[in-house]
């Protein structure tokens, strides 16, 4: 049992359409992250979030908008999305946000978006 | 910058029999972390093992373990006595403690294990 959680699992969504991505994670950990996985390309990080604050942002536009409520918890509000944006949308946590030792980041399931 | 090569895209091997997938990667850090982790088609990102820069020995977990080679900065994923469950998705990534905690991965390797 994963303990990151996502919801919804899937979404289609039309391009003028807003919907938010949810992630809850359940393992008391201080730093929460989005990744985009696209076919046939390496995932890529879109946020960070430390102890609810936002620490990266590695260029993405502004039709995807993060929020953090709390440490557990991890948002991302989409709005007028393009076809190209179509992907898995993962979430994941770790411990803490520096060092590598023993600081693996656990990841959700994924939300499949597609954009129509 | 960081960088993860993975060059095969996909593997098949037989059950139960090893098999090596390969990762090398280009930093110019001194302390950074390697990590390999597998999706099955379900999406799910399963961390399986961790290997640090300064760590002397190959990290082992179960039937995975870590083939470290740091001067040819490669680490490849040994898994022994292959099990069709194993079939999925391996992703090489490495992170260094330059800020962002930000994971870098590759493109993945497909692994096929047949009966």
């Known amino acids: 049992e994963t303990g990151v959680t996502q919801t919804p699992r899937h979404l289609v969504m039309g391009m003028t359409n807003k919907k938010s991505l949810k992630c809850e994670q359940h393992l008391g950990h201080n730093a929460m992250y989005w990744y985009k996985q696209s076919a046939k390309k390496p995932l890529e990080l879109m946020f960070v979030y430390s102890l609810e604050e936002r620490v990266e942002n590695n260029s993405v536009p502004s039709r995807f908008s993060p929020e953090c409520p709390n440490s557990s918890h991890l948002f991302l509000h989409l709005h007028t999305l393009q076809p190209e944006d179509s992907a898995l949308y993962l979430c994941?946590?770790?411990?803490?946000?520096?060092?590598?030792?023993?600081?693996?980041?656990?990841f959700g399931p994924g939300t499949r978006l597609t954009v129509l | 910058a960081q960088k993860i090569t993975q060059t095969q895209p996909g593997m098949f091997v037989q059950e139960k029999e090893a098999v090596t997938l390969d990762c090398t990667y280009d930093?110019?850090?001194?302390?950074?972390?390697l990590f390999w982790y597998k999706q099955p088609s379900s999406g799910e990102m399963i961390f399986l093992i961790y290997?640090?820069?300064?760590?002397?020995q190959n990290a082992t977990e179960g039937r995975y373990s870590l083939n470290f080679q740091k001067a040819r900065k490669s680490a490849n994923l040994v898994i022994s006595a292959s099990q069709l469950g194993d079939s999925a998705m391996y992703f090489c990534?490495?992170?260094?403690?330059?800020?962002?905690?930000?994971?870098?991965f590759g493109t993945g390797t497909q692994l096929k294990v047949e009966l």
């Open positions: 930093t110019s850090d001194q302390s950074y972390g």
């Open positions: 290997q640090g820069s300064y760590d002397e």
């Open positions: 994941a946590s770790s411990q803490e946000l520096a060092g590598t030792y023993g600081n693996e980041q656990f």
């Open positions: 990534a490495i992170l260094y403690t330059g800020g962002g905690n930000k994971l870098t």
